[in-house]
């Protein structure tokens, strides 16, 4: 019998959570001693990468742990890990302490996905699987005779039957042209590059108002910057306040089965504004009574202001706003599938940041954290951000809002993951992208069968060559969230061990 070979590029949470599914699954198929598996991780440790490798206390998980499992159709595997573990903890878990509600720190997270990839790794050799990990990066792909050729950094090659792409969330390249300039850093991450270049009593000017912002603004504060920090971004909207315990809800009005109706009836794909009047009866459903919809976008009040509100909404249980996308998590990519390309557009365009500060809320410690820093005036934000620039002679960043302008010696890139495969900082995407071997989605990142989680080229779906994560963001809603990835995992897990097991050389 001939082995097969799977290589999959990336050792983050969707890698780990990949591997050891996919060794449960042969193991329970028979077939795991003709089945190699390779992991690829340019990172020393394993789970360890941008988001879960940073020391940062202030860098808090912003799902609870009840939804962080990485296990498939284990969600709570990780809180119940925390419970297990509850003496070694200590100040890693926040809010709920070791209970299912509970936020912890990042690092923590990393130490249970190391020691989820090392129990496995471990018992994969036992059972006698052929499994090997190489700390290297992929350079590029070729194509070959029904395999891949994966070149690495090292100077190797990796050759496989079966090719994953699960390359975590790729920085963006935007603000590329400020790359040469000492002062600026294109990421939040890691942390490390920051806190050893910018002196404490600088001002510092924030790229974004979004989660990546509040990561980049809670790196400063852990360490104790005195100067003043701006957020500079479009629309100067910060994610809302999750809520500690939210209350169970069914929605009546925004449902899958609504949305099905009117492809029934109308045989077309919903409207944007067919589901924005749907959403609309379900917040006043919510709420019991009418709500004034121009008082609820607050758009007379500061970020301070709204901010010291959306605390106090969070304390009382939440509103509609938070609570109605909440209550669709699971349901919500279901309903981004029965969207057509023009419908996603729209609703990227229109309501893309109101759902993104709703749905991906930031946890209660970082909210009253940033509260603070508002009232001692060390912290402000900026909206309708028009440009960027580099002044040569002074040496600072010029940010130009509002007509008017500010001139920043330290400029931090928090403006979030790229969507657009063309925005990614990736020399692998770009390779791949040039070579035709991925398509770009026009509503972001690269078009893949979302059933199988197969890449998709020209309408077909490649064999043996998958993807997961942040790169298939337009075909798949949830891709920021680790419960998601994890889903689409057992789909790609199913159809690949199937695959497997039906060949005749197994």
């Not at 809520?243 to 925004?254: A, I, M, N, S, T």
């Amino acid at each position: 019998m001939n082995s097969k070979n799977i290589i999959i590029i990336g050792g983050g949470a969707c890698g780990i959570s990949l591997f050891i599914e996919l060794f449960l699954r042969s193991r329970l198929a028979g077939i795991h001693e003709h089945v190699a598996i390779t992991i690829i991780e340019e990172n020393e440790e394993v789970g360890k990468g941008l988001a879960f490798g940073t020391q940062q206390p202030g860098h808090i998980l912003n799902t609870q742990a009840q939804l962080m499992g990485i296990h498939h159709a284990e969600p709570e595997h990780f809180s119940d890990w925390l419970k297990k573990h509850n003496q070694r903890i200590g100040d890693e878990v926040v809010d709920n302490e070791g209970q299912d509600e509970a936020f912890t720190t990042r690092r923590l997270y990393g130490d249970y996905l190391k020691e989820q990839f090392d129990h496995y790794f471990e018992l994969a050799r036992k059972e006698g699987m052929k499994v090997d990990l190489i700390r290297a990066s992929a350079v590029s792909i070729e194509p070959s005779e029904n395999q891949y050729r994966v070149q690495l950094s090292n100077g190797h090659e990796a050759v496989c039957d079966h090719l994953v792409l699960a390359l975590g969330t790729p920085i963006s390249n935007m603000y590329g042209e400020l790359l040469k300039y000492d002062n600026y850093f294109d990421s939040p991450w890691p942390s490390s590059k920051i806190l050893e270049n910018v002196p404490r009593e600088e001002p510092v000017a924030i790229l974004g108002s979004s989660l990546s912002a509040i990561d980049a603004l809670m790196t400063l504060a852990d360490n104790e910057h005195k100067g003043p920090i701006t957020f500079y971004s479009l629309d100067g909207l910060l994610p809302r306040v999750q809520v500690e315990k939210p209350e169970h809800y069914e929605c009546q009005h925004l449902t899958i089965s609504n949305l099905h109706k009117i492809q029934r009836e109308k045989l077309r794909s919903p409207l944007v504004s067919e589901v924005f009047r749907l959403f609309i009866k379900e917040a006043e459903h919510f709420a019991g009574k009418s709500i004034d919809w121009k008082k609820a976008d607050r758009a007379d009040m500061s970020p301070h202001e709204r901010l010291k509100q959306d605390i106090d909404i969070s304390n009382k249980g939440g509103d509609a706003l938070i609570n109605i996308p909440y209550a669709l998590r699971y349901d919500s990519s279901v309903m981004w599938k029965l969207f057509d390309e023009s419908a996603k557009k729209k609703f990227k365009k229109w309501l893309g940041n109101y759902w993104a500060i709703n749905r991906h809320c930031m946890p209660m410690i970082n909210a009253t954290r940033i509260e603070k820093l508002f009232d001692s005036g060390q912290l402000r934000v900026v909206s309708d951000l028009d440009d960027v620039s580099y002044d040569d002679k002074e040496k600072k960043f010029v940010l130009s809002y509002q007509d008017k302008s500010d001139k920043v010696g330290y400029l931090i890139n928090a403006t979030g993951p790229a969507s657009a495969v063309k925005d990614m900082k990736s020399d692998l995407i770009k390779q791949l992208a040039e070579d035709e071997l991925i398509e770009p989605d026009p509503i972001g990142g690269i078009k893949i069968n979302a059933q199988t989680m197969q890449v998709v080229q020209k309408n077909k779906s490649i064999p043996n060559f998958y993807a997961l994560g942040h790169i298939v963001n337009g075909q798949l809603l949830d891709v920021n969230a680790v419960w998601f990835n994890v889903k689409t995992i057992g789909n790609l897990s199913h159809h690949l061990i199937q695959s497997l097991a039906s060949e005749d050389t197994l």
